[in-house]
């Protein structure tokens, strides 16, 4: 009896330890000599990838992403490309035709491996599309690291997606994604999802890049040139150094980033300034009457910084590049890849704010955006609209930033074709779908955590979030551990419904009746999804006094919010569809009431919120 129970004992508790594990990350550090065929368009490589195994299991296999194998016709993604047709990216076809499908041979992206090797001994590798499956003569076992070399020759792609040759604004090289990347391992196992023209998502690595290429280009990279009086467009006094081959050769550094993306252009121009408690930034691009703009964006960049910086928590690195490549914009560590040649101030200030925000989220907070892209993207777009707010203000003041996204969803909304946010990011059946999914939907889902606690509370939420969590691979758990702390309240029933599901929130004045002394109001919950209710009256004297009506769900109710002190009444059960209640104000004292006057609940239909006394 003792032995059963001591068996018993001991498998709940191996049980209980397994699912309790603590957490971990991965760490690489590479170091890559580069030699590129600026001619041709190809360059040749050498890599030592050191990788430390932090995590409680032995692994035999490790995976690589080779991202630019995608860029051929027949590949996977231009498979995913043609299914979609007209539904998928429009950057990827034209007029529902892949545009991969034409790639000419000579301009197809390749990353074609040479060896791997594991501590000097040759590795077998298969390579299935954009993944590279590595079987390990020794495997790395807890706690322990391995080095792993490798020489490979690549071809630059026809620019299509975020890399290639050539850009539409005539950047010769856009270098993301460019070469043999380590794949992410943690609890969930390796991230090896096909590159279909979305995400991406790796371990926090080091990097030293030495790139040779001929001395009249000029690069821009998410790193720290280590040379820059060596090359050409850093320092107004510098003397080139060129080996035999006229080539010069930059040297760049990184530390503890998600990957090292740069450009090349002879036209490049660098310029540079400070953000006062903030990174050195550098501008990279091609400096025309096309490119005017980005001179007057300068003092609109530093304020970002600085508004990020105090609303969510501290940039981490030393620098940020602003560089002109790419097909739109994406971000990467420490740089961002854009389009140049701006209609307008706002929309390029918009463009740097957006990709720029994404280092909080996509790098410093390094969610995996193949499983989660509403947290990358839709975080992204929450303080993007924030920021935007105070660097535009709008012509007619309003309280609430984020008042375009809710309408834009609410439009949405009623074209019937809403996907779950939940969906992995490659595998929405529609390109707009998975824009809403993921901007929209994500930033609202901040948005209604602040109606439903108090902005107050969000604000707390989301600093302790950055604080605890940079720098590491957080969950959407991770911050609903955060958000139910600090709030006090029961939060789960709101993710479930808003990310898992396409199920919406309508809630409407049902009836008024007006009495002597009082007046009797009748809320209906006609969605599902149920909500707490914010409710106010407008009195005849401009006076507005707020009721809060509590979800019995949260358990704990809302007890401060920016827009307003306010009155709790009863809670409203989230299985009642109708819920009644008196308050003391004639109809002569009204000028009107209804249902949210802040603007924040994501209710899909406005029409019936508010009442009007004549």
Known sequence: MKMRFFFLFSLFFSLFSAQQSPYYQQYAKYKMDIDVDAQNFTYQGKQTLTYTNNSPEELKVVYFHLYWNAFKPGSIMDQRVANQGKNGDSRLQINGVSRLASIPKEEEGAQNIHFVKQNGKDLRFEIQESIMKVELNTPIKPNSSTTFTMEWDANIPQQIRRSGRNNREGIDMTMTQWYPKIAEYDYDGWA??????????????????????????????????????????????????????????????????????????????????????????????QKSEKTK?????????????????????????????????????????????????????????????????????????????????????GFTSYYESYVMHQLFPPEKPIANPFAGSLNSYRNFVKRGIEEPAVWLGDHHDNGSAYSFASYVKGELFLVQLGYIMGEQNLSTIMKEFYQTWKLKHPTDRDLMHIAQKVSGMDLKWFQNYWIN???????????????????????????????????????????????????NMTHVWKTKDIYGNFETLNYWPWTQKEYTFTIPFSKSQISALGIDFSGRLADVNMEDNLVEVK
């Open 293 to 377: 703009l980005w001179e007057e964006s300068k003092p609109y960049i530093i304020k970002f910084f600085q508004l990020m910086n105090a609303a969510y928590g501290r940039y981490t690195y030393p620098t940020y590049t602003f560089i002109q490549g790419g097909d739109g914009g994406m971000e990467y560590g420490m740089c961002t890849m854009i389009l140049g040649n701006a209609t307008s101030l706002e929309g390029l200030v918009g463009l740097m704010v957006h990709e720029g925000g994404h280092s909080w989220n996509q790098q410093i907070m390094a969610y995996n955006e193949s499983v989660r892209p509403w947290m990358d993207e």
């Open 501 to 551: 599901t396409t199920k919406t929130i309508d809630y409407s004045v049902k009836n008024v009746k007006y009495e002597a002394n009082s007046t009797t109001i009748t809320l209906e919950n006609k969605g599902t999804i149920p909500m707490p209710i914010d409710f106010s009256v407008l009195t005849k004297d401009k006076k507005v006094v707020n009721y809060q009506i509590p979800l």
């Open 192 to 285: 090896t999802f096909d590159y279909v023209g979305r995400e991406f998502h790796a371990p926090f690595s080091d990097y030293e890049v030495n790139i040779k290429i001929d001395k009249d280009y000029v690069i821009g990279a998410g790193g720290n040139l280590e040379n820059p009086m060596e090359v050409k467009g850093y320092e107004a006094n510098s003397a080139i150094k060129t080996d035999d081959k006229n080539k010069a050769t930059w040297k760049w550094t990184a530390k503890n980033i998600l990957d090292f993306a740069w450009a090349a252009d002879r036209d490049y121009t660098v310029e540079n300034f400070t953000v006062l408690d903030g990174p050195k930034v550098f501008y990279v691009y």
